[in-house]
């Protein structure tokens, strides 16, 4: 008898990333000015720059938006279960 592992909820559901780091880059924008700019803490900045934001906000992409001159979907990524999957493999 096999025993299959339970799934996982992002293995299921997929997950969010953030293009924020690659957004900011290819504008040539730091953190620092960015925060300034936005008048979002450095500290928010700094979660959706390295992908470790756990919630999203929309006055907050909002902002991010209104000055990088983008969407919301550049920012944020869905990626499937089975996108997560394969690349976990």
Do not use: F, H, W
Not at 18 to 28: A, G, H, P, T, V
């Amino acid at each position: 008898m096999i025993i299959e592992k339970p799934k996982s909820d992002i293995e299921v559901y997929g997950m969010y990333k953030s293009n924020l780091k690659k957004i900011m880059n290819d504008r040539n924008i730091t953190r620092t000015k960015l925060s300034r700019v936005t008048q979002i803490k450095y500290d928010i900045i700094n979660k959706y720059y390295n992908d470790r934001c756990k919630q999203i906000d929309l006055g907050t992409m909002a902002k991010l938006c209104c000055v990088l001159k983008c969407n919301i979907q550049d920012i944020v990524v869905y990626k499937s279960g089975e996108e997560v999957s394969e690349v976990d493999e």
